[in-house]
């Protein structure tokens, strides 16, 4: 679409006639409908063939319309709204009555972010409502980082798909909650748990894979792509594969791929912020190429490293204790 205008006021008449729509945001490609119209919402979950027990994100595109989403918005949470939104953070809140229960899947919770993107930002002004949305992925896979990825895989099941180009963050929002006393970190994703606890202290840390009623989105199974992939594996026994046709996921451009036969580089210079920008379609080439098995290589967990670590752990299915 030549005129983004043009096609954001299309998407949002969409929207407003309970549509869905896939927009692009600074993490992932979102599949957004009106957050007040349950049967609207009822289409994504179909579409993505998500179970209803998994809640939705709710975008806003201002601040100040979290207020009249959620009961009370405690002053940890406040300190970080105004740090870091918009961008890649999402807050757990306990939800006023009036979002419907499909959204937040009959939890008395509601998941909310403001994305920093213009197109998501513009999008959510010109429908006049909040839009609930996951990222724009059959339920299980990796989420899309540009429209061609959701093309690909929801195509022709979506009213509309916005093209922004590929998101700049290449990782989902950091998701944390303030039901306890603590604040508590339920995913890690693109802002850092660092750039958190600089702002508001140390806060709880849910464990990968735990299972947790109130967040079973976060299942460990989360992310994956068809191809087995092997996170921490052994190099002395790499020879055993030696029939295998297998894949490589490196993190910099080093001597360690070698040999393999199809070899993605997330950033040639190492850098975290490039690599989460790459991670998913990097997978995702390599997912294509038939290979038996992705070999990837460990990333140092710090900023946005724990989000890619996380992605890749889940991606392997590998629960660690
Ligand atoms: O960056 C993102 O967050 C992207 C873009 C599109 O905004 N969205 C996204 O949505 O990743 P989704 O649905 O793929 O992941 C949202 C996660 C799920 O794991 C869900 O379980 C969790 O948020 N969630 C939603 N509402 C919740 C709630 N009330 N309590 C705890 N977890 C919640
Ligand atoms: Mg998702």
Redesign the pocket.
Known sequence: MKNNNDAIQQAATVIQRGGIVAFP?E????LGANAFNPLAVARIFEVKRRPYF????I?VANPDDVKHLVKEIPSNANTLIERFWPG?L?V?LFKEENIPDIV?AG?P???I?M?SHSMALSLIKASECPIA???ANPFGYL?PTTADHVREQLGDLVDLILDGGPCPVGV??T?V?FLEEKPRL??P??VSLEEIESSIGKIEISPIGEHQP?????LPKHYAPRTPIVLDWDKKNLNLLKEKNIGYLAFQESMSYLGFRSVEVLSKEGDIREAAANLFAAIRRLDTMKLDLILAESIPEVGLGRAIMDRLRRASHVVPQ
């Open positions: 945001t993490t992932v490609y979102g998994d809640p939705l994100i975008h890649p999402t757990v937040t939890l919770t509601v998941a972010r994305p949305a996951p990222s989420s989902e929002s998701i909650s339920l995913r994703g693109g109130s967040a079973p989105g976060m």
